[in-house]
């Protein structure tokens, strides 16, 4: 047994959580019934991120911004650009594809019990409420907004503390960054009760009707984290931008994909950023920010889904309102909620560009509940993934300039010239 367990640890992370994937696609398959108390394992380890997360998070940005030095260089304005531009070219390339293959929907009963915001006005007034935030509250509900804000604060309020107090900040945050590693190496256990729930309770048969809709909502996505992404990145780094794209991706997207929520993956991305020898003063800022913010995702599906009641009703859209409605589904994006199924919600924000009455637009967010097994995940690990490959980029494109050299792990971007 000493040796299996061995033989298992030795394994990469990412192995790991194949095995536990494939494990729980095939319990599921099965015997559902025999094992259904596996999926406990799934609710554990996401409750588990997300209980740490916020804490995580708090103290992290308050040691970082506390023992920050006058004129030491942070790239958060770069990264802020990179999040903001990925998100509107999200929507932009959601809107074209919507266009290339327009598709229809079949609507039916509504949604009860949710109430999407009023308008652009509502969702950044929203945002402005979190920041001030009672901090208890804020970490209780894991409002990261509220959270950033409360650490930058302290943090700044702390930079002429005594020594001993910010290094007992620092002993606290390392403290609770070994606890996410504990954390992580469930993953794999996690990721094979995750994939049996969904399985075991949804199955396959109730999304073939929606197939087209998930075509162009999922081929969308791909297309944005493989194509356009990919060429971002290369604008800044001049470098082949696979190694670090594809990192990203199998390394923080796959666990985005089955937790279906971008605060629940915060951990996950400030150790691959750890990884990949990031400045923690940088990324301990910008991957929960990014939780928030960066919502390319979000933006697709806002875009796609009301398009798609556009075309079911029969109404005409130009060129210009199109162009309207991929900044106003970045706008709502970023204040979509870090947590499974927050972008559907902005979608009668969307819809109320085209004049479609709110009913009918709670009949599209319910179709967007139907696909969502598969639409979220997919969302999910887009935001979460983009959120780290934007802050290395930012960091790679300034180590570019000093002619540093750029390790991706065990793909080397090799020295600049």
Same mark, same amino acid.
């Given at each position: 047994?000493?040796?299996?367990?061995?033989?298992?640890?030795?394994?990469?992370?990412?192995?790991?959580?194949?095995?536990? !994937?494939?494990?729980?696609?095939?319990?599921?398959?099965?015997?559902?019934?025999?094992?259904?108390?596996?999926?406990?394992?799934?609710?554990?380890?996401?409750?588990?991120?997300?209980?740490?997360?916020?804490?995580?998070?708090?103290?992290?940005?308050?040691?970082?911004?506390?023992?920050?030095?006058?004129?030491?260089?942070?790239?958060?304005?770069?990264?802020?650009?990179?999040?903001?531009?990925?998100?509107?070219?999200?929507?932009?390339?959601?809107?074209?594809?919507?266009?290339?293959?327009?598709?229809?929907?079949?609507?039916?009963?509504?949604?009860?019990?949710?109430?999407?915001?009023?308008?652009?006005? @509502?969702?950044?007034?929203?945002?402005?409420?979190?920041?001030?935030?009672?901090?208890?509250?804020?970490?209780?509900?894991?409002?990261?907004? $509220?959270?950033?804000?409360?650490?930058?604060?302290? $943090?700044?309020?702390?930079?002429?503390?005594?020594? #001993?107090?910010?290094?007992?900040? #620092?002993?606290?945050?390392?403290?609770?960054?070994?606890?996410?590693?504990?954390?992580?190496?469930?993953?794999?256990?996690?990721?094979?009760?995750?994939?049996?729930?969904?399985?075991?309770?949804?199955?396959?048969?109730?999304?073939?009707?929606? $197939?087209?809709?998930?075509?162009?909502?999922?081929?969308?996505? *791909?297309?944005?984290?493989?194509?356009?992404?990919?060429?971002?990145?290369?604008?800044?780094?001049?470098?082949?931008?696979?190694? !670090?794209?594809?990192?990203?991706?199998?390394?923080? $997207?796959?666990?985005?994909?089955?937790?279906?929520?971008?605060?629940?993956?915060?951990?996950?991305?400030?150790?691959?950023? @750890?990884?990949?020898?990031?400045?923690?003063?940088?990324?301990?800022?910008?991957?929960?920010?990014?939780?928030?913010?960066?919502?390319?995702?979000?933006?697709?599906?806002? #875009?796609?889904?009301?398009?798609?009641?556009?075309?079911?009703?029969?109404?005409?859209?130009?060129?210009?309102?199109?162009?309207?409605?991929?900044?106003?589904?970045?706008?709502?994006?970023?204040?979509?909620?870090?947590?499974?199924?927050?972008?559907?919600?902005?979608?009668?924000?969307?819809?109320?560009?085209?004049?479609?009455?709110?009913?009918?637009?709670?009949?599209?967010?319910?179709?967007? *509940?139907?696909?969502?097994?598969?639409?979220?995940?997919? @969302?999910?690990?887009?935001?979460?993934?983009?959120?780290?490959?934007?802050?290395?980029?930012?960091?790679?494109?300034?180590?570019?300039?000093?002619?540093?050299?750029?390790?991706?792990?065990?793909?080397?971007?090799?020295?600049?010239?």
């Amino acid at each position: 047994m000493k040796n299996l367990l061995n033989k298992w640890n030795q394994l990469s992370l990412v192995k790991r959580i194949i095995i536990g !994937l494939i494990t729980g696609i095939i319990l599921a398959l099965t015997v559902p019934d025999a094992v259904k108390p596996v999926a406990i394992f799934g609710s554990l380890f996401v409750g588990a991120l997300k209980s740490v997360a916020p804490i995580l998070v708090f103290f992290l940005v308050m040691s970082a911004i506390s023992q920050h030095k006058s004129g030491q260089k942070t790239n958060m304005k770069s990264i802020i650009i990179l999040y903001l531009l990925g998100t509107f070219m999200a929507g932009l390339v959601a809107v074209v594809a919507s266009f290339m293959f327009p598709v229809t929907l079949k609507l039916g009963a509504g949604v009860e019990n949710v109430t999407p915001p009023g308008g652009v006005s @509502e969702v950044l007034k929203n945002l402005l409420m979190n920041v001030v935030d009672n901090p208890v509250k804020a970490l209780t509900n894991a409002n990261y907004i $509220g959270i950033l804000a409360w650490a930058l604060l302290l $943090g700044l309020a702390l930079k002429n503390a005594p020594e #001993s107090t910010k290094t007992m900040i #620092s002993n606290f945050s390392d403290a609770l960054s070994q606890i996410v590693r504990w954390v992580i190496n469930f993953a794999p256990l996690g990721i094979m009760g995750l994939v049996f729930d969904t399985i075991a309770t949804n199955g396959i048969g109730s999304l073939l009707s929606y $197939g087209q809709l998930l075509l162009v909502l999922v081929g969308t996505m *791909f297309f944005m984290a493989l194509v356009v992404n990919p060429i971002i990145v290369f604008v800044n780094i001049r470098r082949n931008p696979y190694p !670090l794209v594809l990192k990203c991706l199998k390394d923080s $997207g796959i666990t985005a994909f089955f937790t279906r929520s971008s605060a629940a993956n915060i951990p996950v991305n400030m150790s691959l950023c @750890e990884e990949l020898g990031l400045d923690s003063d940088t990324y301990s800022v910008s991957i929960p920010l990014g939780a928030t913010i960066n919502m390319a995702g979000a933006a697709i599906t806002i #875009s796609v889904l009301t398009l798609a009641a556009a075309h079911t009703l029969g109404i005409n859209v130009d060129l210009g309102t199109a162009l309207i409605l991929s900044l106003l589904s970045a706008v709502s994006a970023c204040g979509a909620s870090g947590v499974a199924g927050g972008s559907l919600l902005l979608i009668p924000l969307a819809c109320s560009l085209f004049g479609i009455p709110n009913d009918v637009a709670m009949q599209v967010v319910a179709v967007g *509940f139907v696909v969502g097994v598969i639409q979220d995940s997919c @969302e999910t690990a887009l935001n979460s993934s983009t959120d780290v490959l934007f802050t290395a980029v930012s960091e790679f494109a300034q180590w570019r300039k000093e002619g540093k050299e750029i390790n991706i792990s065990k793909s080397p971007v090799k020295k600049c010239s």
